[in-house]
């Protein structure tokens, strides 16, 4: 997921620094989008003046209302806002200018849009929300702010994953114990029947290994694969991740679907340091 947006936010910042590089002479940009994306307020409140669409959407389905919130223009937003401009009307990705400014992690944006009527659960295009976006991009400011007004904490995308899911992936311990402070679920499988577990054993956020076990995380629960956290921890080598787990009852025996436990994986991928310790553990081969 983070991926995803990084690309996005690259793209959307080459876009404002160069033009889009799909706009053809059939296809110029509307001159209210030109004027929102550099902030021109004068210009953007003649053309509504002259009846230009406060609405217009461009080839990426995008508005001016969009277009002036990723630059953060504070003031050309209450306009087009004041103007008629749809706080909720997506993209082309399904992002709105509140999920934009989730994550942008722009406080007094986002709590301007929701105060103006901004659907606080609103989806993307692929099942997240704001809160799932901020957590994604480590957005702290803005994840707390969503938390306080009553996001749900445990919606999942289309991937069915969770904003702990995401906080997780982004080792964001602050984030993710207020999620589960909040009630999320610590046990949540996504589509690939991982946990927040699996996914913090696999990058090796030690700290966020200790938590979740504190919260409750199941160090036996396997995903698709029937592999549990301490699989992914010996295939890349993270040795604090599995001693927190193997500390906490992992078995250390389990066997994938392929037949292998955390020690073959740990030989295949020429960790021996790993492999060491988990015979000394009592792996078996």
Not at 3 to 14: E, H, S, V
Not at 151 to 164: F, G, I, K, Q
Not at 197 to 218: N, P
Request: net charge negative.
């Amino acid at each position: 997921m983070k991926t995803r947006y990084l690309l996005l936010i690259l793209f959307w910042t080459l876009v404002f620094s160069f033009g889009s590089p799909t706009l053809s002479s059939q296809a110029e940009e509307p001159e209210i989008h030109k004027a929102a994306k550099t902030g021109n307020f004068k210009r953007v409140q003649l053309l509504l003046d002259q009846g230009a669409d406060v609405n217009l959407q461009n080839h990426n389905g995008s508005t001016a209302l969009f277009l002036a919130t990723f630059a953060n223009h504070i003031d050309l937003v209450k306009l087009l806002v004041e103007k008629g401009a749809r706080i909720d009307l997506p993209d082309h990705e399904g992002l709105t200018p509140f999920h934009t400014s989730a994550l942008e992690n722009n406080l007094p944006l986002c709590r301007f849009l929701l105060s103006k009527g901004a659907n606080l659960e609103l989806k993307d295009g692929y099942g997240y929300t704001a809160l799932h976006l901020a957590a994604d991009q480590g957005s702290g400011e803005v994840a707390r702010f969503l938390m306080e007004k009553g996001a749900r904490v445990n919606t999942l995308s289309e991937a069915n994953s969770t904003p702990l899911h995401a906080s997780v992936s982004r080792n964001d311990l602050e984030i993710s114990q207020k999620l589960i402070s909040l009630g999320a679920e610590v046990n949540a499988q996504d589509r690939l029947g991982r946990t927040p577990l699996h996914w913090a054993a696999e990058k090796g956020f030690t700290a966020l290994v200790e938590m979740l076990i504190k919260a409750g995380a199941d160090v036996h629960s396997p995903d698709r694969e029937n592999e549990i956290p301490l699989h992914d921890a010996a295939e890349w080598g993270h040795m604090g991740a599995a001693k927190a787990l193997i500390g906490a009852g992992s078995d250390i025996n389990a066997k994938g679907a392929d037949g292998r436990g955390p020690l073959h994986l740990a030989i295949s991928q020429g960790n021996m340091d790993m492999a060491t310790y988990l015979q000394k553990q009592g792996a078996e081969m």
